[in-house]
């Protein structure tokens, strides 16, 4: 039965992209088929890290919701553009960078509900194991409804106190509307913490699991997007948390 995995943060540079990047990545690689769409409407961003070029993109997630296009013809396999190693599929339904486009849905909105019929038809058409939702950081109306939908949220958090309280919002929004399952990854952990300090103190905090606590590392920083982490380091400790992460959200 396929999934559908929200990934989301309260604040805005947590590492949420990458982390749905790298989780993606980690289920086709174990060979499922994975969607991944960008509902990060106003700052879209993740197709860089799936190796999609700009210029190869001629429908996106915005043309869905105006009518001028299915969803599914949206939807651009890349699994060659990660690795060429990936068992299963990955395919990436991007948000336009066009400016004129960010500004007419800044402006005028767009019809939420409309994600949710896509939503569903992309696990049809594509015959998917998992749909992964890379959201937009905050609560608005577009994020509520992916909450809502999913089978499982997943919230990226760092180890400091802003993101401990604005992470505190979310969990309750999400226990307010029922998330079957819930987990945390804590990202850019300083290396000089106690991993299973940081491990019991969120869990403790929100009496809920967390599925990773990811190091701060200079490898990703150096990597600068330029492609899937667990891709181009497939032995880095990060890459194994995600691993478990990823059996994780799926079991």
Do not use: W
Not at 136 to 149: D, K, M, R
């Amino acid at each position: 039965m396929s999934k559908i995995i929200s990934i989301h943060s309260f604040r805005g540079g947590t590492g949420k992209s990458n982390t749905s990047a790298n989780l993606s990545t980690m289920l086709a690689m174990e060979g499922k088929r994975v969607a991944v769409v960008d509902t990060d409407i106003s700052s879209p961003g993740i197709h860089v890290l799936l190796g999609l070029h700009e210029g190869n993109i001629k429908n996106t997630l915005n043309d869905y919701l105006y009518g001028k296009c299915e969803i599914s013809d949206a939807a651009y396999d890349v699994t060659a553009n990660v690795s060429p190693d990936i068992k299963g599929k990955i395919f990436l339904i991007p948000s336009s960078m066009k400016t004129g486009e960010i500004t007419r849905v800044l402006k005028e909105g767009y019809d939420v509900g409309l994600l949710n019929e896509g939503f569903h038809k992309l696990i049809e058409d594509l015959n998917l194991d998992a749909l992964v939702i890379d959201t937009h950081p905050g609560v608005n109306e577009e994020t509520l409804l992916s909450i809502a939908l999913c089978d499982v949220l997943v919230i990226v958090m760092r180890p400091d106190t802003q993101d401990f309280q604005g992470t505190a919002v979310t969990v309750e929004v999400a226990r307010k509307l029922d998330v079957p399952k819930l987990v945390l990854i804590v990202n850019k952990t300083p290396t000089a913490f106690n991993f299973d300090d940081v491990k019991q103190r969120v869990e403790t905090t929100y009496n809920c699991q967390v599925a990773a606590v990811l190091p701060h590392s200079d490898e990703l920083m150096m990597l600068a997007s330029d492609g899937v982490f667990v891709a181009k380091y497939p032995n880095h400790q990060i890459t194994q948390k995600m691993r478990q992460a990823a059996q994780l959200l799926m079991s």
